[in-house]
């Protein structure tokens, strides 16, 4: 393929990728998709892209706001993901593509779902259509990070937010934490719960700063609210428990008779005031609800994608286990010199252990300075 037409391709597929990120936090567990429609002379005529889950798929949406159908001939489709070749919500693009008398499909990444993973790449070519793969494929991958570890592992991309002073303390001797980062910051923190399956706490932070882990300073889809109670413990009137997004809740608990109990939806509403949410009962491990257990079943119910906003036990307890996919972490241009330290005894003793981060990058927030990385 000659220089030009790379250059091409790529302008192209930066288009559908620009169009796929506007479906973030609105079409998981899907992943986000862009496509652009070129014609034979070279000019754009039709896009389109994944606006909500269930609803048409980015190829239909471009085809579809192609106005002439008769620009169709010889001309050139850029998807940032493999049309899918199943039935799922909706039918199956690759099909609907194979019927056109399109030149060429250029893709940006296969897709990992197995049910596709290059079926739908061979029912274009089998159709006479020139297929082109791997195009900006590291950006769409990173782009839809979350469903290709959901479809790897089968559990949910795990993001640790963690905001600390710039002495390491994420609360002070007397328990409060608010607010260590600045105005900037939490808004940050709302646009990432929109864009995220769920948010996870811990029944300490529960009990302590009684969230509501709504999104609220940005426009967005509300999360799911997950909380870890291996007891079954937690007070009732918290407001994970008791406020309008009361459905959107699941307990993570050991407790067997707690978790029978929400079960039954008659002793439920026999209940003077019964839980709305979900209770997800797990095994125990280590006096501890087992997390690797907990992030397998989250990920069979379609969950792909967990900001965690845990206190020190939580976080210290998803890295030391390596849970943790990604690292949010806040640093305050604060000092407390004494307090709640924001990890701490994650099994590493010796230097030659050290957990190094990969794919860092800084970036100022405000006042603060946000350090991303992934383990």
């Known amino acids: ?178 607010w260590i980062t600045g105005k900037q910051a939490r808004k940050q923190v709302h646009r990432w719960r929109s864009e995220y399956d769920a948010v996870l706490v811990g029944r300490t932070t529960a009990m302590v700063d009684n969230p509501s882990l709504t999104v609220r300073h940005v426009a967005g889809r509300q999360p799911k609210r997950i909380v870890i109670d291996g007891p079954y413990e937690l007070p009732k009137e918290l407001n994970l428990f008791s406020d309008k997004f009361e459905e959107k809740t699941i307990v993570l608990t050991w407790n067997k008779e707690a978790s029978a109990t929400d079960a039954d939806p008659m002793l439920r509403m026999m209940q003077q005031n019964y839980f709305r949410g979900e209770v997800l009962q797990l095994p125990k491990l280590e006096g501890h609800v087992d997390l690797r257990q907990a992030f397998k079943e989250l990920g069979q119910k379609g969950i792909s994608s967990i900001l965690v906003e845990g206190g020190q036990q939580l976080s210290s307890a998803l890295i030391r286990q390596g849970l943790v996919d990604k690292l949010e972490l806040f640093i305050a241009p604060k000092l407390l010199g004494a307090g709640t330290r924001s990890i701490l005894n994650i099994g590493i003793n010796k230097m030659n252990e050290i957990a190094e981060l990969k794919d860092v990058s800084w970036t100022k927030v405000g006042d603060d300075m946000l350090l991303t990385g992934y383990f």
């Open 1 to 178: 393929m000659s220089p030009k037409q790379l250059q091409s391709d790529a302008f192209w597929m930066e288009k559908a990728l620009a169009l796929a990120e506007k479906g973030k936090g609105y079409v998981s567990p899907n992943p986000m998709v862009g496509c652009v429609v070129v014609s034979e002379e070279g000019k754009e005529i039709g896009s389109g892209y994944h606006k909500e889950f269930g609803k048409p798929h980015a190829e239909v949406n471009a085809i579809e706001s192609v106005k002439d159908k008769n620009k169709f001939k010889n001309a050139t489709v850029y998807v940032t993901l493999e049309p899918c070749s199943h039935h799922g919500k909706t039918p199956p693009c690759a099909t609907m593509l194979g019927k056109l008398p399109l030149k060429k499909v250029v893709v940006g990444m296969k897709d990992p779902n197995p049910e596709v993973n290059g079926k739908g790449i061979l029912h274009l070519r089998n159709k006479g259509i020139e297929v082109e793969v791997g195009v900006l494929k590291e950006e769409a991958e990173k782009m839809n990070e979350f469903f290709v570890h959901h479809q790897t592992f089968g559990r949910p991309f795990i993001t640790l937010k963690v905001a600390q002073t710039a002495d390491g303390f994420l609360a002070a001797a007397d328990g409060n934490s608010q």
